[in-house]
């Protein structure tokens, strides 16, 4: 069975997948959260918190909307091919009272491949320099571990990812961003570098840069200390609903810096030692 697959069966039927099992809000809530969502998105309209529209949202129901929106974007031809991390860093835990990170998927029409972006694409779009690992053996939890993320891994290399937030103005609790797909909107990757034994991320410093000036750095001991361990929390997160992480697909892990708001006229850098550079512009 391909990840499609996985994503889509739940549908028939009308057969509640396993997010949604474990929701507190009812299906009909899901169901309206999703669709309050993917009409922000398709309109660039932000909407109210949906914690305000939908007061029993729990991160539970959270994922079950989150899987409605990417199970909704399959069926309409797009490919999963990766999947984001965010949270990863202990200031942005303390700001939204968690312990743990946040996951998100990625489709095919998410990634980038030219060198500009039309910002109208975005309802407030930022932007966050991280290491992306492809996979070249899949990864099934639990008990996933560093060293199996490491060796699963064949290639790394810089991304930049653009976060969105179809929240109206950033007002987010935790289960308001993982409804919103963990704010990812899109994402631009460098070249793809050999994961090599002597490729430290924990100590490998980003950079990231906003017209030339230069915005934050930070290393990757930021990302829960090493960006494969997040990696491996994903694996084990994803296993609770018999997900896996296949071969051939790509996670971004999660910031090394604090992220910057992007405009028309603007172009943002991220560069990642020993990883080489990306760059995007904003039309």
């Known amino acids: 069975m391909t990840s499609n697959d996985q994503s889509?069966?739940?549908?028939?039927?009308?057969?509640?997948?396993?997010?949604?099992?474990?929701?507190?809000?009812?299906?009909?809530?899901?169901?309206?959260?999703?669709?309050?969502?993917?009409?922000?998105?398709?309109?660039?309209?932000?909407?109210?918190?949906?914690?305000?529209?939908?007061?029993?949202?729990d991160v539970a129901g959270a994922y079950a909307v989150q899987e409605v929106n990417m199970r909704r974007r399959l069926a309409a031809g797009a490919t999963l091919v990766g999947r984001k991390i965010g949270l990863t860093s202990a200031p942005m835990q303390q700001l939204l009272g968690v312990d743990e990170p946040d996951y998100g998927f990625i489709v095919d029409d998410m990634v980038i491949t030219g060198e500009a972006v039309a910002a109208e694409r975005f309802c407030a779009p930022r932007i966050e320099p991280e290491v992306a690992f492809l996979l070249g053996s899949t990864l099934r939890g639990p008990g996933v571990t560093v060293a199996e993320v490491r060796a699963a891994t064949t290639a790394v290399a810089v991304a930049l990812e653009i976060v969105d937030s179809r929240i109206a103005d950033w007002k987010l609790t935790l289960p308001d961003t993982v409804a919103d797909n963990a704010c990812s909107a899109a994402v631009v990757l460098g070249d793809?570098?050999?994961?090599?034994?002597?490729?430290?991320?924990?100590?490998?410093e980003a950079t990231l840069h906003l017209n030339g000036a230069h915005i934050d750095s930070g290393t990757g001991d930021a990302v829960m200390g090493d960006p494969a361990a997040a990696v491996a929390w994903l694996a084990n997160a994803l296993a609770e609903y018999d997900v896996e992480l296949p071969a051939g697909q790509f996670v971004i892990s999660g910031s090394f810096t604090s992220a910057a708001f992007v405009h028309p006229g603007d172009t943002a850098a991220a560069t990642i030692s020993g990883l080489g550079s990306v760059s995007l512009s904003f039309s």
Not at 27 to 46: K, M, N, T
Not at 192 to 204: A, E, K, Q, V
């Open 8 to 57: 889509s069966t739940a549908l028939e039927d009308g057969a509640r997948s396993p997010r949604e099992a474990r929701a507190t809000v009812s299906q009909e809530a899901i169901a309206q959260a999703a669709a309050d969502l993917w009409a922000a998105r398709r309109e660039c309209s932000p909407i109210p918190p949906l914690t305000q529209s939908f007061p029993g949202l």
């Open 192 to 204: 793809w570098i050999p994961f090599t034994g002597d490729i430290d991320l924990p100590r490998c």
